[in-house]
């Protein structure tokens, strides 16, 4: 078993040339925001001999290549540079706000199985049925909304019209975090779960129809006992890598919804540090952002591998 | 009590009473598969039934264990095991005959085992539900099955998951599995086509060893001749959803009473006659949507007269214990064997 993981190390060291290249990208793309720093720093009062001065100090007025060169060789000392906003080193910021990022989208992905599992069984139970067809298309419905807009209407039912969640915020406790996070995950999963309740329907199927399915039905198996003994652990294993593919997806949309509940997250961090053009700032986020769906891709083959014992990726590896 | 007295007196453990299955269509033509089949097995007998793709076997085999496809539905008929109509029964009832009473036995060995579980598990999992067995007993009673099918080290291939062994292996693991409660039924569905001639018979011998040891009757699917005669002691002859030609195996090898066994015999190779000429069937099998009238055969019969295409041709007892659906078999087989 444990063998069969052993692609792992190799994997994370993967994830070394991908942050690179991110770096890369992120680095000259936040250079092309038109305006300067030092301007939003000093603000609109501020005289341009000032701002220059800012600038000059700042090192923005050398050579990007320089630059770009100064913040790699920073990196590789583990040092991320220095908020311009807060004039506190990003990483601080980074770790003070990445737990509830994590939390988000982990609470998201909960609610995502408890929706998707039962409804998908739903369906696969009786294909052709009025509720099979209930259960693909209203989905579809989460699918086509923008996530903002099924925030800001869950927002408006379920915390200003009936009041049972708070409007925005954290809270401070565990339990407190679930209930104010609970919206917003809620919001993510609705985004999410269409694709995955398709993909489970169809392996479920398809699993349902397989030759084991019949052996257990022949040893007595049936109902509750059929599904979790056989259906449910070989139908979940293609959906596993089209949840992992769509991580990334819910990570992006954590940007937007931690926006509308205001929720201090990594995501409210990137947009305000654009905003402000807090490059350091911007560039912490992006990069651990990359590392997080790099770990999520390594995760997920892990997951892959416990599930499925025919699976073994160290043969790839030396392949 | 007497010899006679006894005999009479056994019930049949399986009985199929004009068993007929099809899928429904609402827009009309809807096919008929298997088309009034009657037989029935009596406790301890190893029964074939015989007879080319499309020939309702496996379908027949499918009813009585109750796993016909999605669509597939018996129209007609009864279907009687231990006394009991299984076709009446609840889901719930018909669970928990299944594995101690009447267990079944897959064609692909490769794709009947589940692949994410250990075949000991699986084993296992009947006698967990059925005899109310602990989780170690269990596992236990799975290596002792795993054993009797003659694998070496049966503690360590009951851990192997099915893609960490062959096609033999796995069918015996199925055998075991199969007969891990005692049934005192076993269905058998072509469980040797899939594998190598040599593997084949080597699981023949122990599927017949074990249901012997159990006192298990069993219910024998395949298109080989030469396996239902190294198996079974009576045969069905099917052909297009109807039984053809019922018998003992050894009367049916020595004196087919229809025309098609006979034709299936000249299409096969034997091994005693090497020299011999092949002798395919001109045509194909009728279609199932649209049956010709009369014997389903008879487009293909050297035999066939006029009034073979029209009318029903009901088995008809022409030897002692020996039936045959043929008008013409006294003609044709009556006076020459």
């Known amino acids: ?319 | 009590m007497s010899v006679v007295a006894l005999s009479r007196t056994v019930e049949p453990l399986l009985s199929v009473q004009h068993l007929t299955i099809g899928i429904p269509s609402s827009g009309g033509g809807h096919a008929t598969l298997v088309r009034d089949v009657s037989f029935e097995v009596g406790p301890g007998v190893r029964y074939g039934l015989v007879g080319e793709s499309g020939s309702g076997k496996s379908m027949t085999l499918k009813a009585i264990a109750g796993l016909l496809p999605r669509g597939v539905e018996v129209l007609e008929g009864e279907i009687h095991f231990d006394g009991d109509d299984v076709l009446t029964m609840s889901p719930h009832e018909r669970r928990r005959i299944m594995g101690p009473r009447m267990a079944m036995i897959f064609q692909e060995p490769m794709t009947a085992l589940n692949p994410t579980t250990r075949v000991g598990k699986q084993i296992a999992e009947g006698p967990r539900r059925h005899l109310g067995l602990s989780k170690a007993d269990a596992q236990e009673l799975a290596v002792d099955m795993i054993r009797r099918t003659g694998i070496p080290d049966p503690a360590r291939r009951a851990r192997a998951y099915p893609h960490e062994l062959s096609g033999g292996l796995r069918q015996r693991i199925m055998i075991a599995m199969a007969l891990s409660c005692k049934p005192a039924l076993v269905l058998c569905d072509e469980p040797t086509t899939a594998l190598d001639v040599t593997v084949q018979d080597q699981v023949l011998r122990l599927l017949a060893q074990l249901c012997d040891d159990m006192g298990s009757a069993l219910t024998f699917v395949t298109h080989d001749l030469a396996v239902v005669s190294q198996t079974c002691s009576r045969l069905s002859v099917m052909y297009a959803g109807r039984i053809m030609e019922e018998g003992n195996v050894r009367e049916v090898y020595e004196a087919p009473q229809h025309p098609y066994t006979e034709a299936l015999f000249q299409s096969a190779p034997d091994f005693d006659d090497p020299g011999r000429r092949l002798a395919p069937i001109p045509g194909l099998p009728p279609s199932l949507t649209d049956p010709p009238p009369g014997c389903p055969f008879a487009p293909r019969c050297q035999y066939a007269i006029e009034s073979c295409s029209t009318g029903s041709k009901p088995l008809v007892e022409v030897r002692h214990r020996h039936l045959s659906a043929c008008d013409l078999a006294d003609q044709i087989f009556g006076g020459t064997r």
């Open chain 1, 1 to 319: 078993m444990l063998s069969r993981l052993k692609f792992v190390p190799m994997r994370l060291l993967q994830a070394v040339p991908v942050a690179f290249g991110v770096t890369l990208v992120v680095f000259f793309m936040v250079h092309l925001i038109p305006g300067n720093p030092a301007e939003s720093i000093l603000g609109a009062q501020a005289t341009p001999a000032k701002v220059a001065a800012l600038t000059d100090q700042m090192g923005l007025n050398q050579p990007v290549v320089q630059q770009y060169w100064h913040f790699l060789s920073n990196l590789a000392h583990g040092n991320l540079g220095e908020s311009y906003t807060y004039q506190v080193p990003v990483l601080t910021l980074v770790w003070q706000r990445a737990p509830v990022t994590l939390l988000l989208v982990a609470y998201s992905v909960v609610l995502m199985l408890i929706i998707s599992i039962p409804l998908s069984m739903l369906a696969a139970s009786r294909p052709g049925h009025v509720r099979d067809h209930a259960v693909r298309v209203i989905p579809l419905v989460g699918l086509g909304m923008p996530q903002f807009w099924v925030g800001v209407m869950l927002l408006l039912v379920f915390a200003v019209g009936t009041g049972w969640f708070p409007v925005g915020g954290y809270g401070d406790t565990m339990m407190d975090h679930l209930w104010y996070l609970f919206l917003p995950a809620l919001t993510l999963a609705i985004s999410i779960s269409p694709v995955i309740i398709r993909s489970l329907r169809a392996s479920m199927l398809n699993v349902l129809e397989s030759d084991y399915v019949a052996t257990a039905r022949s040893k007595g198996a049936g109902g509750r006992s059929l599904f979790a003994g056989h259906v449910l652990r070989n139908a979940i294993i293609p959906a596993v890598s089209i949840v992992g593919v769509n991580l990334g997806y819910l990570v992006g949309g954590t940007l937007v919804i931690e926006k509308v509940f205001a929720i201090p997250g990594l995501g409210s961090m990137l947009i305000e540090s654009i905003f402000a053009r807090d490059f350091p700032s911007v560039q912490a986020v992006a990069l651990f952002v990359a590392v997080f769906v790099v770990l999520v891709g390594v995760l997920t083959d892990v997951v892959y591998t416990l599930l499925d014992p025919r699976v073994d990726l160290t043969q790839r590896m030396n392949a």
